[in-house]
């Protein structure tokens, strides 16, 4: 346990350290490739450094908001786009922002100025339970250096979803769906409308973005495990995507022309037995198939065992 917090101690330094180049350096370099260029040492820095925490807990989350969201984001920093993008004049905010996966709401600021925050709704509990644990562990950071900031919601009530489309892009992880939009999507929609006409272009944007989704989420997966990647998780956003556009198709050639129309009813409890289904298939089994819901419990177990001799 005590390796593992001097590990922890050296990534946030780090971290710390690079982002603050990036802040006070990086920022002031041409945006696009000059950019990109200075930033590029970050982003394989950050993409390393969660592996020295071997830990589950702490672990898989570091992975989660320095491998995935920070590099994304900071990809966009590159060209000036995305939420670090102009970069807030406060250099606690920068670092949030980059390594957390919520969205700080702008009133949220005058915190800063000892002014008393306005007070929203909170986020909503998803299901998924392995994501939300650890977007609960990243908004520890922002909560704890800055207690009075509010966080923008990190979901909008899944259950209600009524498409697939509905489920990932609107409800389901929202500042993972924005940051795949601007890094993914958007880019190779852009491009696809020129190649195929501007109808069908978000089919081939659609899918790169959730194959991309999936090796993100096999990256975590690696590190909760430490064996042999078996790609399931990717295929389970492999066969998401294509069922997304497989989706928008029909209600391009159905719905949008009023030959067909499923009823809301029948389409939100379709949606959730999907994802429950193929998550379970592809997603659960292989965690529970490695032992990594008693890794879990002997790792909580050894915490508890630390706090005790610690008092």
């Known amino acids: ?36 260029v200075s930033i590029f040492p970050v982003i394989f820095l950050l993409s390393i450094l969660p592996f020295n925490i071997h830990g589950f807990h702490l672990g898989a989350a570091h992975v989660f908001v320095l491998s995935w969201m920070a590099n994304f984001k900071l990809l966009l920093f590159a060209f000036d786009r995305g939420p670090l993008s102009p970069p807030p004049e406060n250099f606690i905010l920068f670092i949030l922002a980059a390594c957390s996966p919520f969205k700080i709401k702008e009133n ?17 509990v998803p299901s998924l339970i392995l994501e939300a644990f650890l977007l609960a562990v990243a908004a520890i950071p922002a909560q704890i250096c800055l207690p009075g900031v509010e966080l923008e ?13 509905d489920f990932w892009g609107r409800r389901w992880n929202l500042r993972v769906s924005e940051a795949l939009r601007l890094t993914i999507y958007s ?35 690696y590190h909760i495990i430490r064996k042999k990647p078996t790609w399931e998780i990717t295929w389970f956003f492999v066969l998401q995507g294509v069922l997304v556009d497989i989706e928008i198709f029909l209600k391009k050639k159905l719905v949008a ?55």
């Open 1 to 36: 346990m005590e390796s593992e917090l001097n590990n922890l101690i050296k990534l946030w330094v780090l971290t710390t350290f690079s982002l603050s180049y990036s802040y006070h350096i990086s920022a002031k370099i041409s945006k696009g490739f000059p950019r990109l």
């Open 108 to 124: 949220s600021v005058k915190v800063l100025k000892g002014e008393t925050p306005f007070q929203g709704n909170e986020p909503r």
């Open 153 to 165: 919601p990190q979901f909008n009530a899944p259950v209600r979803a009524t498409s697939l489309q």
């Open 187 to 221: 880019p190779i929609k852009t491009i696809s409308s020129r190649v195929i006409g501007s109808r069908w272009a978000s089919l081939p944007a659609v899918f790169a973005t959730f194959v991309t989704s999936g090796f993100m989420h096999e990256l975590i997966y």
């Open 257 to 311: 022309t009023e030959k067909f129309r499923l009823h809301e009813a029948i389409s939100g409890p379709l949606v959730l037995a999907n994802i429950a289904l193929t998550a379970g298939w592809l997603s659960y089994t292989q965690l529970l198939r490695n032992g990594v819901d008693e890794k879990v419990i002997k790792e909580f177990n050894a915490i508890v065992e630390f706090f005790k001799r610690s008092t």
